[in-house]
Each structure stands twice: as structure tokens, then as C-alpha cells.
């Protein structure tokens, strides 16, 4: 037995007769079939699921489960119901054939048919294609086009065709089966003009077929338009051809199966049983225009699914490139801001550090004299001990202590603007950051009060190498605020209550510090001007605008950011405000070492 490949043709026999079987298997394995064997119907159904052949060669009396009950049985199942089905029949009675056909067989041929004629007829049903569908209830309501070609026929005399014609014809027939019926008379222009493709093409042509090589090429003209209409994407029609009896039970038939004729019948076949073949044949070109549309129809919803999907994607991505593209121009309008902002600082420091230096000098020049003055009064009271005197003295001491504590305050402006202009000028050293907040908080303990519960949550390192500024100016200052935000909660004269939340956190190579209150929060539309140089919210002669000038600008010399949200703490008084510290660091085995510009 020759190895099976691919290609070849899978074919399903199910025949109880072992010798009959074998005959049959050497001719199809010669003629190039791949061959399974089945002896039952039940046999057979399990190997035609199992192996899902190309076509059913089986034998109308079949032990258990009959032929017509195995198609029937395959038609009802959706995986086999496309499987052409051929069957082998020893009794040709029109009754039996019409049953086979009914329960859904293809085609018939006699089992003493001559086997190169069963070949052709197998590979008729093979040429056919696999989309064999069972014509559903849409199909079932198109009324099938069936049109009977007569061979050209020589005058005769009346009388005889009359006699030659029977009580009910083929046409007639087939009109009362609901079929639309035309009948012609064959020509050579037949084979032109567009009437055979189309939606309103025929779906069976009759070939009345006589011995001549005329009806042969005719057979093979019909076979060239078939192909050409199937090239074209259509379905092509079904041909069944009516031969004289003498010659279709000789082998000289089988030429016609070869000319591409889809089934042969004998001229002296029952008429019942020549419709039932004919509406099969209709059916069976129906089934595959439907699957055709079907698959037009799938094709087309793909399409415009696809296009639906490609659609919502688009949409999709340009949502998602407005979001970056909002997202981005925020981030440029932040970066602008804070370029503004570092000009803005850079310019004040070289201005501020002018008038430093240009207050400084008569300053210190006044306090030092200042105290000379003191002195001179002192001794004078010494010197002339009237009352007059002394009381004059007196009253100039008094008026020379405030002027003292006037200049005090503006010595003090002067450090904070030299210190303000000096940030850069600042080394980065290892910080020991509890210790740091302790002493900053030792320094606002008349600021705090017994009232207001300073909470530490620092979970970060307690070593960090920066500005002392970050702790001594940023977090003293803020700290600083968060206690005067809370004194504006409260009362004048009862204790200032409140709470203050200390955190820290390493994360992502960050060194993050939160300090939050719970006191009256800060409006949202005043938080993009807390930074800049001189502005303050607190009443005229109580604060200078520089404290969170100078955190701005501490932290951009270690390269890090300051931004202000609601704080919210539980059990918080009011929103209180959160000032959120964030530095880049890198870890050493000392540490965290911010990296800031200095570092």
C-alpha cells in the first residue's frame, strides 16, 4: 500500500461484504485515495467522526444501522453534515433510490457498476468542494432555477412526437415541486452571454445527451464556464446529464464524468426518481450560494468589526495623547513657574545681599554708638543729681532703649536677607536629623506652648549628609508657621491647643519630610504666592515674608521640591496644611547623601 500523503483524497467505505470491500480498496488506493474501512454503521460513524473524511463511499444494506439511516445521521450532525456521501446499491429501484436520497445520500451507483465509473462518479462529488451545507429555512424559501436543455432534434412528423410524449413531463414535474423550470433547445450560442452566472444563473442544468463526440464537447464547453465562474468568486451551477440506457451501462459513460458532468442517469430511469436526483443536485448549488453569502456576510462583519475596534483605538490613543499632552504642559507650566520663581530668587539674592551689606555698616555703626549714649547718660545722672536733670536722663534712657530694640529687629532683617542671599554658599555635612529637629524645636518651645503635641513619625534614616539649612531654616520655619496658624484658631488669652505631625520616609531614592498641622489650612489660591520674597499672611510688624522664601530656596540648592496640600489628620481640629520636603538621594555605606547642586 502506497504511504499516505496530505494531499491525498480521504475516503470513508463502510461495506459489511469483506470481498466486495477489497475490490473496491484495490481500485481506490490505486487511483490515489487515501482508504478507512468500516464493516457497520455504527463502525463507520465512529471512524467518519474520528477521522473526518473527504467523502462516504457506503452500502445501502448495512448490518444494525441501514445506509440511509448513517447519512441521515450525518447530516444531522453539524462537523459531518458537509461530507459528500456516495452509495452502493444492488437494488436500482426508484423506491430505494429516492429513500437514500431523502435521508440525504448524493449520489447512487450499482455495485456491479464498472469501478472506474464509480471513480469518476467519487471524484464528481469531490470536485464539488466541501461547503455541502444543508439548505436552511432562508434558502429553502428561493424557488431553485432548473433549466432543461433538449438536444436539437430533426423534423418529425407530428404524430410521432406526439406519441413520444408522456401524461406528465419532467418539466411539469418539477414545476408542481415548486421549482422554476425552462427548457431549451441546445445550441453553441447557449455556452455565451452572461444567463449562466449571475444571481438569476440556473442552479441545475438536464443535458439530454445522445452517443455523438457533439454532446462530449458541449459537456466539456459547460465544464471551461463552470471553472470560469468559479475563478470569479461564484458559485457555478450543477449539470446532470440523461444518456441512453444501452450506453450508460456500458463503460463508454464514464466520458461524461470526465467532460465534468456532476451525475448520469439512463434514459429508462423512473421519472420520480430523475426529479429527486435533479432537486438534490438544486439543493446542493443552493446550499453552497448561501454559504457563499454567509461568508460575505461574515467577512463584512469582520470588516466592520475591525474597523469599529481600529476606531475606538484611535480614539483611545488620542485620549491618551491629550491626557500626556495635558499632563505635559502642566509639568512645562510648573517647570516655567519654577524658572520664574529661581530667577526671581537669584535676582533678589544679589539685591538682597546690596542692601545687606549697605544697611549693615550704619547699623552696627548706630548700635555701637548706641550703647556710648547709654553710658554718657549714666554718667551724667552722676554728675548733676537735680530732679529736673534725672528725670530728663531718665526719660532719654527710655527713648534710647526702644531705639535699641528698633535697631535690634533691623539687625536681625539684615542677618535673615544675608542669610537669604547666601544659600548656595551653604556646605552639605552629615546632619543628625532627630537631634537637629529637637534642638529646632527647643528653640520654639515659647512658640509651642504646653497646648500644642508635637507627634515624630521618622522612619528614614537618622543620619543625612545636606545643608544644615534643611533642618535649621525650612523645617524651623515651617514649624514656626504651623504654631502662629494655630494661635489664629484660638481665643485671645486661652492656651493655644493644636497638634503638629513630624514624618520621614527613604522611598524611591527620596528623602521625603512631612510636617503637618490640624490648624485652618491654606487657601488653595494663595498657595503658588507662599514662596515668594516678602509675602506673608500674617498682620503688619509680626513677619518678615522670607521664612518660606528662604525653605523655597534651600531646597532647590539641594535639588529637591516643596509643595503644600491639605493635611486632614485625624481628629484634626481644621484641614491644617502638610508641607511635603523631597530630596534626591544617593545611599552610601554612611548613609543617605542628598544631591543637590553643592553636594
Not at 437514500?100 to 472506474?116: M, R, T, V, W
Not at 424559501?141 to 433538449?150: D, K
Not at 517647570?335 to 549697605?358: D, F
Not at 537631634?435 to 529646632?440: C, I
Request: charged share 25%; aromatic share 4%.
Amino acid at each position: 500500500m502506497p504511504p499516505v500523503t496530505p494531499n491525498m483524497p480521504r475516503v470513508v467505505l463502510v461495506e459489511p461484504d469483506c470481498d466486495h470491500a477489497r475490490k473496491i480498496a484495490r481500485v481506490l488506493v490505486k487511483e490515489g485515495f487515501a482508504l478507512t474501512c468500516a464493516r457497520s454503521g455504527e463502525e463507520g460513524l465512529g471512524t467518519i467522526e474520528e477521522t473526518m473524511p473527504d467523502l462516504v463511499v457506503a452500502c445501502t444494506e448495512l448490518p444494525g444501522m441501514s445506509g440511509g439511516q448513517l447519512a441521515r445521521r450525518l447530516r444531522l450532525d453539524a462537523l459531518t453534515r458537509n461530507i459528500p456521501i456516495l452509495m452502493l446499491t444492488e437494488d436500482a429501484s426508484p423506491g430505494v433510490e429516492r429513500e437514500g436520497l431523502e435521508s440525504g445520500a448524493d449520489a447512487y451507483i450499482s455495485k456491479s457498476a464498472h469501478p472506474d465509473l464509480m471513480v469518476l462518479r467519487m471524484r464528481a462529488l469531490l470536485r464539488e468542494g466541501p461547503e455541502l451545507l444543508q439548505v436552511d429555512e432562508a434558502s429553502r424559501l428561493r424557488r431553485s432555477r432548473i433549466v432543461i436543455v433538449n438536444s436539437p432534434r430533426e423534423d418529425e412528423d407530428e404524430e410521432d412526437v406526439v406519441e413520444d410524449v408522456p401524461e406528465t413531463t419532467l418539466g411539469e414535474l418539477l414545476w408542481r415541486d415548486g421549482h422554476t423550470v425552462t427548457s431549451i433547445e441546445r445550441s453553441d450560442d447557449l455556452i455565451e452571454g452572461g444567463w449562466l452566472r449571475g444571481a438569476d444563473s440556473p442552479d441545475c442544468l438536464v443535458l439530454e445527451l445522445g452517443s455523438g463526440e457533439e454532446d462530449l464537447k458541449f459537456c466539456r464547453l459547460l465544464d471551461a464556464r463552470r471553472q470560469a465562474v468559479l475563478e470569479a468568486g461564484g458559485i457555478p451551477f450543477r449539470t446532470l446529464g440523461i444518456v441512453e440506457a444501452s450506453r450508460f451501462r456500458r463503460q463508454s459513460s464514464g466520458e461524461f464524468f470526465e467532460a465534468g458532468i456532476d451525475d448520469l442517469v439512463p434514459s429508462d430511469i423512473a421519472l420520480e426518481a430523475l426529479a429527486m436526483r435533479i432537486r438534490t443536485l438544486a439543493q446542493r448549488r443552493m446550499a453552497q450560494d448561501e454559504f457563499r453569502q454567509q461568508e460575505i456576510e461574515r467577512q463584512q462583519n469582520a470588516l466592520t468589526l475591525e474597523a469599529a475596534r481600529a476606531k475606538a483605538e484611535m480614539a483611545e490613543a488620542l485620549a491618551q495623547a491629550n491626557m500626556e499632552l495635558a499632563r505635559t504642559n502642566e509639568q512645562l507650566l510648573q517647570a516655567q513657574s519654577k524658572l520664574v520663581q529661581t530667577a526671581k530668587m537669584a535676582s533678589l539674592g544679589e539685591l538682597v545681599a546690596g542692601i545687606a551689606h549697605e544697611i549693615n555698616n550704619p547699623l552696627a555703626f548706630t548700635i555701637a554708638h548706641a550703647d556710648t549714649v547709654t553710658r554718657t547718660l549714666k554718667r551724667l545722672q552722676g554728675v548733676n543729681a537735680s530732679d529736673e536733670a534725672m528725670a530728663l536722663t531718665k526719660k532719654g534712657m527710655s527713648r534710647l532703649e526702644s531705639m535699641k530694640l528698633g535697631l535690634q529687629r533691623i539687625q536681625n532683617l539684615v542677618l535673615s536677607l544675608r542669610r537669604f542671599s547666601r544659600l548656595d554658599e551653604s556646605s552639605f555635612q552629615k546632619v543628625d536629623v532627630p537631634a537637629a529637629l529637637d534642638t529646632a524645636l527647643a528653640l520654639l518651645a515659647h512658640k509651642l506652648g504646653p497646648g500644642i503635641v508635637v507627634e515624630k513619625d521618622l522612619q528614614a534614616p537618622a543620619e543625612l549628609v545636606c545643608q544644615p539649612a534643611f533642618l535649621n531654616q525650612v523645617v524651623m520655619n515651617i514649624i514656626s508657621n504651623a504654631a502662629d496658624a494655630l494661635a489664629d484658631m484660638s481665643a485671645d488669652g486661652d492656651v493655644v491647643r493644636g497638634r503638629i505631625v513630624i514624618a520621614s520616609r527613604l522611598e524611591n531614592g527620596r528623602y521625603e519630610m512631612s510636617i503637618s498641622d490640624d490648624g485652618p489650612g491654606l487657601p488653595h489660591e494663595l498657595r503658588t504666592r507662599i514662596f515668594d520674597p516678602f509675602f506673608t499672611t500674617k498682620p503688619v510688624g509680626t513677619g518678615t515674608g522670607l521664612g518660606l522664601a528662604i525653605a523655597y530656596s534651600v531646597m532647590e540648592a539641594h535639588d529637591g521640591a516643596i509643595e503644600v496640600t491639605d493635611a486632614n489628620l485625624p481628629g484634626g481640629h481644621g484641614i491644617g496644611a502638610c508641607f511635603r520636603l523631597s530630596l534626591p538621594v544617593r545611599m552610601t555605606e554612611e548613609g543617605p547623601v542628598a544631591t543637590g547642586r553643592a553636594a
